[in-house]
């Protein structure tokens, strides 16, 4: 059973917007953070943007300004509104969550979903 399940990704032509959405499962528990990753190819998996538990927000600095992650702390979803977008943006991007319940982390990732922007 999918413990993330991500939706959203697309084709899209730059300048436009997309918003990915993922939903955690409800056995996961004790959320510390929820974020975003992006894997271009050949390319290493990088931050995009995370939110924490207390509402903290962190951006790379390559999507400041056009891209916003927000969350809906009952139903235990991520989102990221993306505007702007450029051929650059181009990746397969994956949801994480980070569970912690003391001193134990866990971190779960989607499956991913593309994420393409033509010029």
């Known amino acids: 059973q999918d413990q993330l399940v991500e939706s959203g990704g697309g084709l899209v032509q730059a300048g436009g917007s997309l918003r990915l959405s993922c939903a955690a499962s409800?056995?996961?528990?004790?959320?510390?953070?929820m974020g975003w990753y992006r894997q271009p190819p050949g390319k290493f998996r990088d931050l995009v943007a995370r939110?924490?538990?207390?509402?903290?927000?962190t951006y790379a600095d390559s999507v400041k300004g056009r891209f916003t992650i927000s969350r809906d702390t009952a139903k235990k979803t991520v989102y990221l509104q993306m505007n702007s977008l450029k051929p650059e943006d181009t990746a397969v991007y994956y949801c994480?969550?980070?569970?912690?319940?003391?001193?134990?982390?866990?971190?779960?990732w989607g499956q991913g979903t593309q994420v393409t922007v033509s010029s």
């Open positions: 939110i924490t538990s207390g509402g903290s927000t």
């Open positions: 994480n969550v980070r569970e912690r319940d003391g001193l134990v982390t866990y971190d779960y």
């Open positions: 409800g056995r996961i528990n004790s959320i510390n953070a």
